[in-house]
């Protein structure tokens, strides 16, 4: 073989560059919060607040994102994930509890980590059933997607009360994870940097493998051109399962931070949160996980920070954070470029 | 003697209501480029992505070596040694340049893994590959992306190629560095089958044609018997070389 042509197209191509706006949206928001707050170390609270309640979003929202970016799949079931990881830590910790009682943050440890494994495996489980039983036959119709998979989360949560009852049950704290470390005048509540640090090892993991991996290429071409990456001898179905079954997994994990969040769950918590998830990708950008966890964050300062400031706006101030970011950017923050 | 490596007898295609392909028959032979000439809507791209199982042929065969592939899915037809450039190139514009030739190296988990004098090779027949390497795809000008499509089809050996208009909307000095790149490709003896509605293109490259209208292959031959028979061009493609040149 040896080289022929001369050079082609020497243009310059035009430089590299991140689109860094979305990204400024978060310390944008947060200083535009403090002098509306007024004081400092309450600033510092809610702001901890909204990132734990961020990064719980977005480990539940991510696989959703990536579900619809992979097959144009509208998963409206994915609550029954969550629901479903929120009632397994119940069992688990619940028979645990000499073990989440005690003072040592180990002993909690060891408590808390299998139950977010059973979550996270029996969520798993239960998405691939999901998908071959539910998703696989609507492929390709948008609509059916729509009225199957609200379906399916009817009957996951029914099937839920069968287990568990239809009944509110609490989720208490291990004993090392409540309590609050000072930071000066400001409180923050230990289980919410756990859940921060939770959350970015999670997306720390997910960022590693899609841009650092075969297996990640693979999941950001099949965002953007499914057909092609057929075409290239890759079985993009195999891909999507994949992805539906870790993403369903994520969900379990989010149910149980989310449950250990409010401190008691109930069958109808993933129902309730589901339209959060959906402001969160519509904002990020279908299909985006950088967008999915920017989105997530702005979700939860502005919950919280609404919260604090305007009790009644709180109410729908998520819903006016999607209307303003999509009269900015009408494909969300981070538009996926598909076909 | 030259042997057929793909064979289409009477394929039959239709996308939901619509009949596309009316019995479409065509060799392509080993080591050759053959191009498939026709008006727009003749049914060139729906003949290639029927051959690639991106479309079901309702009936009729598409054999590969020997071996019908018509019920086959894409990868698996894909897995036999078939690389297909679409028209609209199908570059993965959010990755860089080696991000997407890593991906169409299936057998390859990073980009050492990759045949080092293949890559030279790909590099060599396009430079700006190598010189926007780290770049995103989406960045590169038409030019550029339809360079890195065919790079990508050719980056591992396959032994069939199939391309879909690659002169489209290129600037005359990149169609001529095109020619230049597919002319030492068919060094290499690689099989071809190549759409083209810019004849002056497919004139130069072109070893074999077959001409398609209303979803039938109405010619095929030799392309130096219809390059040099202006009233057959006249008659087939409504055009004469001449004005083309």
Same mark, same amino acid.
């Not at chain 1, 020497?10 to 590299?16: F, T």
């Not at chain 1, 303003?324 to 009408?330: A, K």
């Not at chain 2, 690389?83 to 991000?99: H, K, W």
């Not at chain 2, 009233?231 to 055009?239: A, E, I, N, S």
């Given at each position: 073989m040896t080289a022929s042509t001369t050079t082609l197209a020497?243009?310059?191509?035009?430089?590299?560059k991140l689109d860094r706006i979305p990204l400024l949206l978060l310390p944008v928001l947060a200083l535009a919060a403090l002098p509306l707050i007024g004081s400092f170390s309450t600033w510092v609270t809610l702001t901890f607040a909204g990132l734990a309640m961020g990064m719980i979003i977005f480990i539940i929202a991510s696989g959703l994102t990536l579900v619809f970016g992979l097959m144009d799949v509208l998963n409206f079931g994915h609550g029954v994930f969550i629901t479903l990881g929120a009632f397994l830590a119940v069992s688990v910790l619940g028979r645990m509890t000499g073990w989440t009682e005690s003072p040592s943050l180990l002993r909690n440890l060891l408590a808390v980590l299998p139950a977010m494994a059973?979550?996270?495996?029996?969520?798993? $489980?239960?998405?691939?059933?999901?998908?071959r039983l539910i998703i696989r036959p609507v492929y390709g119709q948008p609509l059916k997607q729509i009225m199957i998979t609200m379906g399916g989360m009817i009957v996951g949560v029914e099937l839920i009360k069968v287990i568990w009852g239809a009944q509110a049950i609490p989720l208490p704290l291990p004993t090392a994870f409540r309590g609050s470390l000072l930071f000066g005048e400001a409180a923050v509540e230990k289980y919410r940097l756990i859940s921060v640090v939770v959350g970015l090892s999670v997306f720390a993991v997910m960022f590693w493998v899609l841009s650092r991996t075969k297996l990640g290429l693979l999941i950001r071409a099949?965002?953007?051109?499914?057909?092609?990456?057929?075409?290239?001898?890759?079985?993009? $179905?195999?891909?999507?399962?994949?992805?539906?079954?870790a993403g369903s997994a994520l969900a379990g994990l989010g149910g149980v931070m989310w449950g250990m969040y409010q401190q008691t769950i109930t069958p109808e918590m993933g129902g309730q949160i589901n339209v959060l998830l959906f402001i969160v990708i519509i904002i990020g950008g279908m299909g985006s996980v950088g967008g999915c966890f920017i989105g997530s964050l702005l979700v939860g300062l502005v919950a919280n920070y609404a919260g604090f400031l305007a009790p009644k706006v709180a109410l729908f101030s998520n819903i006016?954070?999607?209307?303003?970011?999509?009269?900015?950017?009408?494909? $969300?923050?981070?538009?996926?470029?598909?076909? | 003697m030259k042997t057929p490596l793909l064979q289409l007898e009477g394929v039959h295609t239709h996308i939901g209501?619509?009949?596309?392909?009316?019995?479409? *028959?065509?060799?392509? @032979?080993?080591?050759e480029l053959t191009v498939l000439l026709g008006r727009n809507g003749a049914g060139k791209t729906t003949t290639l992505r029927t051959i690639m199982g991106l479309w079901q042929a309702s009936s009729g065969s598409v054999r590969f070596d020997g071996e019908d592939i018509s019920a086959r899915t894409t990868p698996e037809i894909a897995h036999r040694g078939i690389?297909?450039?679409?028209?609209?190139?199908?570059?993965?514009?959010?990755?860089?340049?080696?991000?997407n030739m890593l991906l169409a190296a299936r057998g390859a988990k990073r980009i050492e893994d990759i045949d080092g004098a293949r890559l030279e090779w790909v590099f060599g027949l396009f430079p700006a590959m190598k010189r926007f390497w780290e770049h995103p795809a989406g960045l590169l000008s038409g030019?550029?992306?339809? @360079? !890195?499509?065919?790079?990508?089809?050719?980056?591992?050996?396959?032994?069939?190629?199939?391309? *879909?208009e690659p002169s489209k909307g290129l600037a005359p000095a990149i169609i001529q560095n095109m020619i230049t790149a597919f002319r030492e490709l068919k060094q290499t003896d690689t099989t071809v089958l190549l759409v083209e509605q810019n004849f002056n293109f497919a004139r130069q490259l072109g070893d074999k044609v077959a001409v398609m209208d209303g979803g039938c292959i109405v010619h095929s031959g030799a392309m130096a018997d219809l390059a040099g028979d202006e *009233? !057959?061009?006249?008659?087939?493609?409504? !055009?004469?070389?001449?004005?083309?040149?």
């Open positions: 020497q243009d310059a191509l035009p430089a590299v059973a979550a996270m495996v029996v969520a798993g $489980g239960v998405g691939f059933a999901f998908e099949g965002v953007q051109d499914r057909e092609m990456v057929e075409s290239l001898g890759y079985r993009i $179905g195999r891909l999507f399962i994949g992805v539906f079954v006016l954070l999607m209307v303003i970011v999509l009269m900015w950017r009408p494909e $969300g923050l981070y538009p996926v470029g598909k076909r | 209501a619509y009949h596309i392909l009316h019995g479409v *028959d065509l060799q392509v @032979m080993r080591g690389a297909y450039v679409p028209e609209n190139m199908g570059i993965f514009g959010d990755l860089t340049v080696r991000e030019g550029q992306k339809q @360079m !890195l499509a065919v790079a990508r089809a050719i980056i591992e050996p396959r032994q069939l190629l199939l391309i *879909d *009233d !057959l061009q006249q008659r087939l493609l409504g !055009l004469s070389l001449a004005a083309h040149q």
